[in-house]
């Protein structure tokens, strides 16, 4: 059973830093790609960002310049840095990890954001 567990969410005012962690419970996280989504109420997830086995990544246009995927595979631990935060970017953050037709999926982590 694979678990995913995320921390560093939070409250933070507008222009500020968060840094979210996603740690894997199994090695095969360095051999697949990981992804951050995010949900807000009444909203559709939306994939924020994904990095791949080969560190290759990739972002939804709204966070481009802003956030920073990165993936320690020593450590089974994926890593979502968010700079210049807006309160847009209010919502409930899910590390995910694919792995033969299976989705699996963190706890999640509340960001929010005020002005």
């Known amino acids: 059973q694979v678990q995913l567990v995320e921390s560093g969410g939070g409250l933070v005012q507008a222009g500020g830093s968060l840094r979210l962690s996603c740690t894997a419970s199994t090695n095969i996280f360095k051999f697949t790609t990981m992804d951050w989504y995010r949900q807000g109420s009444g909203k559709q997830r939306e994939l924020v960002a994904s990095i791949d086995s080969t560190h290759i990544v990739n972002y939804v246009d709204s966070v481009k310049g802003r956030f920073t995927i990165s993936r320690d595979n020593a450590k089974n631990t994926m890593y979502l840095q968010m700079n210049s935060l807006k309160p847009d970017d209010t919502d409930i953050y899910y590390c995910?990890?694919?792995?033969?037709?299976?989705?699996?999926w963190g706890q999640g982590t509340q960001v929010t954001v005020f002005s």
């Open positions: 995910h990890l694919g792995y033969w037709g299976t989705d699996y």
